[in-house]
Each structure stands twice: as C-alpha cells, then as structure tokens.
C-alpha cells in the first residue's frame, strides 16, 4: 500500500498510510495524541476520527483542549436530547440534530411539544448523562439502514439524499439509542457536564416551506456547570440588546406585514445612522481610488443568464413578466458593474477599474428564515467591484484587507477570518479554482493573519475571504467578504489590452466593507446596546433648559452647535425627569442650562455615563465635538477627565 502526504497547522506534511485515518495520523505523531484524538478538521472541515484521509489533505488534530471540542460535545448533547425525547415520547420521529454556534437543535414531528415539556426532557437528559453510555461509531449497510427507517420518511430520505453512493453508512449507539449520523461525537454521555433545553420553534424540512413543517427544540452544552451559568447570564443580556427590541424603543427601523415580511422601512433615526455609515464608506472607498457607479433595481434575466446567477440563483430571485419578458429584481450587483465595465476599451495602464455602490438587492429567503435585520427579502450591499491584472491581484487584496480591517478597529469589533472554498455548486472549471484558491490563501498567509478553512461555502463564481465580526458578548456575525472571480470576466468576454497588444482577460474581485448596511446596522445595535458613538448617534447632545424661561437661550445654543444633530427637550417635565429620558434615549450628550449658565454665558455637560462638568464654555464643547465627529471616537470622552 503507497503512503499519502497530509498538511499539519504548521504546514508541514505528514506522511501516512493510503487509507490512514484521522486517529491513525494522531497516532502517527505520537502516542499521546492519538490516545487523547477526540475528531479532526480535514480541508476545514470537523469529522469523526475515523474518517479516512486523502493525499495532500489539511489537517487539524481535535482533542478535548482544541477549540473544536465543544462542537463535539454539543452533537453529542443532540442525540442525548433526541434518547431522552424517545424514552418519554416513543411516537416522536427524528429528523437532523446538528451543532450550532451557541449549543445544538434537533427538528422532530409526529409529537406535540410545549415549553413546559422541556423541564421533564432535560431531566432525563441529565439521566443519560450520569449513567455515562458509550457512545459507539457501527457501520451499517445500506439495506438494513433503509429497514431500520422503514416508517420515517426524514431519515430514508437523507439516506436516498446525502448519503445516495454510500454501501455502509455510519450510526452512532448510547444505550438502546442509535442514530443515523457522520458524527464526531465525544466518548461517552458522560463528558457532557452540563445542558440546557432552550426554546422550541417551527421549522421546515429541508428549509423549504414547501415541505413538512416540523418541531425544532434548542439547547446548549458545556463542559461544565458555571459555563453554562456564563452562556446564560449572556443570553439574558442579548435579549435586552436584541436589535428587534432597541429598534421599537429608539425609533431607529420597523417591519410591517402590510408592508412585507423581510422589508425593513427605517425611521429618521435609523436613516440618520444608515447615512453616516455611508457617508464613512463612501470616503474610504474614494480615497482608496474607487469610482461611483449605480445600477438599476431589475434587469431582463438575459443579464442573470448570462452571469450565471440564473441557473444557480433563481430559486432565490424574485421574477416578474413585463411585457411578456421575464425581469427579475438583482439578487447581486456585480453583473451590472460587469457590464459598465465592459461598455469601455481598457488597456493594461488602466487597470486596476474600481467601482463602488450602495447597490440594494433582493433575495427570496425562506419566510420562516426571515429575522430583523439579520435576515431579510431587500438589503444594500455596500459593494465594490475591481477589474484587475493577473499581476495586481495580490496588492489590491492587501489594500482591500487593510480597508475592511480599518472598519473593525474603527467601531470596536473584533475579526475572525476564514477561507471559503469551491461549493458543491459552482461554475468554472477545476483549474481556475484551484488557481483562485491558491492566490487568495498565499495573501492570507503573508499578511499573518490568523483564518480557518470553510470548506465548500465560497461563491458559486469563486473562492473568498470571509470577515466575521465578533461583538461586544463574543458573538460572530458575517461581514465583509473578499471574493476573486475568474469565472465572471470569461462569461461576460471581458478584456483589456495587454502590453503585446493583444486581448487579455482581467481578474474580477469582489468585496464589502460592511456586507451588507441590514446586517452590520444590526450588529451596531447589538454591540453598543444603542449607545451609539458620537458621529453615529441619530441624536448627539440634547438641550435641557431647566425652565422655560431659559429656552431662548436654548434655541440660540441649538444654532451655536448646528453642525450636530442637536434637539431641545421642551416639554415641562422636571430636570430630573429630563434627564432620565435624555439617559432612556442613549443620547451622548446633555446640555443642562439655568439662570446662572444663561448669565455666565456657558453651559452645565452631562454624559450618559452620568459625569457632569459646570462652567463649560461653548466654543470648547464644540471644538472637542467637532474633534470627537472628526475622529470617529468609539464612546463620548468629553468628561473622561471628569471621573
């Protein structure tokens, strides 16, 4: 039998056995760690430890001190709650239970679930765990998996699916519980040291509304007790920044079902912040040399054909007949920018062609998929497209990298980056994959940056970096993307002409400083709790004249600081009250005025930190706020010498 090579974190390969596992390479590198191999990540992906390895693989040895080993254990914590669920209700069927970010789900039917049914599961659960069952990896051949799934339509059709060119098929025994699954799991129920059942919700199988609606139960599992007393005390504190809620109480977005699910119609406040956040992308778009372009909301579905978008993407297009010729509302904004690049002769010389766009498009997710503004039917991108030689490829990525990290710093986020590779579904062919995938990880590799490996989910055109964003709780979101397309310049017959006179192809990258102003206006939300930045806040200093008699003095205050968003709070309410509202509102500042203030000339700041300074003169207040715009200072500090 001939020996493969496989690549280490460390980049260097390891040589096995043709056929070797993961736990026969573990073992390879020492007995220890062979011993200690709970899964491994192979080409980005989290598999059990006796999957098979292939030549050139990327390796990644999961024990229970790698940071992977929670995902384990949650998916293991999902068959547990599935025995517990057949042990108190045999009718239930069984359908997916994987892991998820935050702990696992498992979609169920033919059982009625409340709420208060998840006390007695959780229970039983905890049951399964004390006794501390094996948790056994079987192979069973095709036949007698199609037997053991004789009246659940869910698992035969996943074994007629997924696992359709597959003789044996791999199940997963505790006790008398088993299930059809590729794992990995942890050794025993035992290693599980704490869960918690979560909610319950409808589901459709598959993500299609058109299937069966299913139950969907949510839980979480830790290692340990005060873990998961950690997960939850966050919890409660997501829900009080849950955008949903902050976007009612601020005044800042609203989704009405008269007006269409997945349609957000933003409020003065939200535009407010939503024009900011262009205005900020915009100038770091012009200075990186990036030109202004626009397209239209639909285009004839000549244009998604020919980019390729309609053989992969209709199902998610919204179609219309005008004139008995099919339109359809862009899902993307790049084959537009394709072809206003294509409307001009290019040479060498003038490359790189960067445009941008605030481009709103339109996707027909799933209704039970729609969320606020994490997940919705009309969103903008704030998109750029850049046509390149095969030579700047690397330079106009860094600069792009450089940009999107600028973003991160500038409002406080941390990044995780990763590399997204071929899906399933895709367009080109292997050699420009391979290519595409190649270039961008060399960038990723001489930048230093830190990634990891997202097998399977780059663009159906191409290869990307994914930026995620991680708030103020530890959470992730998707962000900005950076994505090279080799597929795209060939459909559209894009060219340039080279040096030699002759027709070249150019390199299309594509990428986004924000992903999309939905999403990332709802991590803001979430990660400030509505304490948005000075240059952010929809309302920067409100003015609170103690009586009114000093509210010409207020007004005239309000014409001083009219470079900022500035209100007057005239309803006669007391200081304190004032005050409190101003506070409820997040507003940055408060300019509290009186009779001394109004005689003195000056004016009495107040923060939403509840610091205070008296004596201010106003040109200095407007000075440092003109500083703290300017700057893009992530919290008010005007008083930060106050303290």
Known sequence: ?????????????????????????????????????????????????????????????????????????????????????????????????????????????????EQEDLEAIEDEMRDIIEADLDIERVLVDREEALEKYADNPYKRDILEDEAAGDDELSFYQQGEFEDLCKGPHVESTGEIGAVKLLNISAAYWRGDEENDTLTRVYGTAFESESDLEDFLDMREEA?????????????????????????????????????????YAKQLNLDAGYDPVETPHLFRTELWKKSGHYENYVDDMFLLDVNDEEYGLKPMNCPGHATIFDQQSWSYRDLPVRYFEDGKVYRKEQRGELSGLSRVWSFTIDDGHLFVRPDQIEDEINLIIDNILTVFDTFGLDAEVALATRPEKSVGSDEIWEQAETQLRAVLDDSGIDYGIEAGDGAFYGPKIDFAFKDALGRKWDGPTVQLDFNMPDRFDLTYTGEDNEDHQPVMIHRALYGSYERFFMVLIEHFNGKFPFWLAPEQVRILPISDDQMGYAKKLQYELGDFRVDIEDRSWTLGRKIREAQTDRVPYMVIVGGDEEEAGTISVRDRKEREAKDVSVEAFRDHLRSEYDEKRPEPDFLADEE
């Not at 709970?38 to 598999?47: F, H, P, Q, R, S």
């Not at 609203?254 to 406040?269: C, F, K, S």
């Open 1 to 113: 039998m001939s020996d493969i090579a496989v690549i280490l974190p460390d980049g260097t390969e390891l040589s096995v056995e043709e056929g070797a596992t993961v736990r026969d390479a573990a073992f390879a590198i020492g007995p220890g760690l062979g011993k200690d191999t709970v899964a491994g990540v192979v080409d980005g992906e989290l598999v059990d430890k006796e999957t098979p390895l292939h030549d050139g693989a990327d390796l990644v040895i999961v024990t229970d001190q790698s940071d992977e080993y929670l995902d384990v254990l949650r998916h293991s914590a999902a068959h547990v709650f599935a025995q517990a669920l057949q042990r108190l209700h045999p009718e239930a069927k069984l359908t997916i239970g994987p892991w998820t970010d935050d702990g696992f789900y498992y979609d169920v039917t033919s059982v009625d679930l």
């Open 239 to 279: 829900k009080e920044r849950d955008h949903r809620k902050l976007g009612q109480e601020l005044n800042l977005f609203a989704i009405d079902e008269t007006t269409g699910p997945g349609l957000p119609l933003y409020q003065p406040n939200g535009k407010r912040i939503l024009d900011e956040l262009a205005d």
